[in-house]
Structure formats: C-alpha cells, structure tokens
C-alpha cells in the first residue's frame, strides 16, 4: 500500500504560479510511476502531467505544456508539479496518483492507477 498526500493548492490570480507538492508514504520502496490529474466541478477527471520512477522520463498533456513542470525527489518521497502561468480554465481539485512498475504506458489513463490522493484545491482568478 501506498499513501499519497498533496499540498500546495491554493487561491491565485491569472498569470500567477503554484507548486504543488505529492508525498508518498507505505510501501515506498517499490517503483511507481506518479501521475497528477485534475478534475472540474461538472467535468470528467483529466490527465495532466507524468514522471517515471527514475525521474528520467515526464509526460505532459498539450494544454499545461510550456506552463507546468513535474519532477521528483525519491530520497524524499515527493513528486513536484510546478504550475506556472496559471489560467482560470487550469480551476479544479488536482490529484497525485501511483502506477506501479517501470512502464509509461496507458500512464495517461486513470484506471491504470492504483493509489490515488485526496486531492488538492487550486483555484485561479482573472
């Protein structure tokens, strides 16, 4: 079992910045890939960016690229997503995930994921 715990959420205007912070805890030794999605009142959970267990490999969906960065710190258990340039339509509840082992794969895919975080708010004002 794993644990996962986000913070960094917040109230911020357009154009502003957030760095999101996901903390894994439990069975840490095992590899997992860590996925954050975001979810909007009214919208269906949406895949935002990936980072592999090595940290040697990130993938980011087309409308966060240039703006978001996600990177990890396995000696602390912490996944970073940096969120920069931040719109109103980037408003929602973001979520960090584990996918156990090594492959990306399907890493876009929510079902894939076995752990999944509570959640945190990030809201942008215009």
């Known amino acids: 079992q794993v644990q996962l715990v986000e913070s960094g959420g917040g109230l911020v205007q357009a154009g502003g910045s957030l760095r999101l912070s996901c903390v894994a805890s439990?069975?840490?030794?095992?590899?997992?890939?860590i996925g954050w999605f975001r979810q909007a009142p009214g919208k269906e959970r949406e895949f935002v960016a990936a980072i592999s267990w090595s940290g040697g490999s990130t993938y980011l969906a087309d409308p966060v690229k240039g703006r978001f960065t996600i990177s990890r710190d396995n000696a602390n258990n912490t996944v970073f997503l940096q969120t920069n340039s931040l719109k109103p339509e980037d408003t929602a509840v973001y979520y960090c995930?584990?996918?156990?082992?090594?492959?990306?794969?399907?890493?876009?895919?929510?079902?894939?994921?076995?752990?999944w975080g509570q959640g945190t708010q990030v809201t942008v004002s215009s």
């Open positions: 995930a584990a996918k156990p082992g090594l492959s990306m794969l399907f890493i876009t895919t929510p079902k894939e994921y076995s752990y």
């Open positions: 439990g069975r840490t030794s095992s590899s997992y890939a």
